[in-house]
T-cell receptor
Framework: GEDVEQSLFLSVREGDSSVINCTYT??????LYWYKQEPGAGLQLLTY?????DMKQDQRLTVLLNKKDKHLSLRIADTQTGDSAIYFC??????????FGAGTTVTVRA | GAVVSQHPSWVICKSGTSVKIECRSLDFQATTMFWYRQFPKQSLMLMATSNEGSKATYEQGVEKDKFLINHASLTLSTLTVTSAHPEDSSFYIC????????????FGNGTRLTVT
């Protein structure tokens, strides 16, 4: 079952910011992750946030965590065509087992 | 660079044959590796946890006799799909924990299996 939910599609204009949202259910999750998957490829770890943090920034990526609402978001600044991919949100069930969302397909248009 | 290497990237096999997929950790020892399966346009489903030197732990609904996992060394886990059928066609991805304690997983590039 889907314990992690995210919207399926996002279309964004090149140069704009993208915001991908995710909700999760397990309040005991220690880490929350964002992975990127390009067509035919495996998953690339983009960033992760520890559950006692509210925000994490890494170059063009900003992760916001609202623990009260169990809401996680990924913001990509200055979105480029190379950012077109599927983005997966995941929560850790224990220290290694992950539960993934269905993935958000991000399409960057010129 | 890649910390988890998966081979082959894609394979086509005939029904009834067996296929082996390898997952290697590069430059680190992975006592635990994980095998996931991904159906088209769907999320990843954990199939099993591979423990070095012991039997794999399978998730509910995964046939252990169908999907044989061997973790013979600290850097290599293999998944063998036995007597493959077209419904086994899927994208299989392995992952490993890099480091100790609460650290994130890194994934291989996946193997696209097509059974004809």
């Amino acid at each position: 079952g889907e314990d992690v939910e995210q919207s399926l599609f996002l279309s964004v204009r090149e140069g704009d910011s993208s915001v991908i949202n995710c909700t999760y259910t397990d309040s005991s999750s220690t880490y929350l992750y964002w992975y990127k998957q390009e067509p035919g490829a495996g998953l690339q770890l983009l960033t992760y946030i520890f559950s006692n943090m509210d925000m994490k920034q890494d170059q063009r990526l900003t992760v916001l965590l609202n623990k009260k609402d169990k809401h996680l978001s990924l913001r990509i600044a200055d979105t480029q065509t190379g950012d077109s991919a599927i983005y997966f949100c995941a929560e850790s069930i224990n220290d290694y087992k992950l539960s993934f969302g269905a993935g958000t397909t991000v399409t960057v248009r010129a | 660079g890649a910390v988890v290497s998966q081979h082959p990237s894609w394979v086509i096999c005939k029904s009834g044959t067996s296929v082996k997929i390898e997952c290697r950790s590069l430059d680190f020892q992975a006592t635990t590796m994980f095998w996931y399966r991904q159906f088209p346009k769907q999320s990843l489903m954990l199939m099993a946890t591979s423990n070095e030197g012991s039997k794999a732990t399978y998730e509910q609904g995964v046939e252990k006799d169908k999907f044989l996992i061997n973790h013979a060394s600290l850097t290599l886990s293999t998944l063998t799909v036995t007597s493959a059928h077209p419904e086994d066609s899927s994208f299989y991805i392995c992952s490993a924990k890099v480091g100790w304690g609460l650290v994130p997983l890194h994934f291989g590039n996946g193997t696209r299996l097509t059974v004809t």
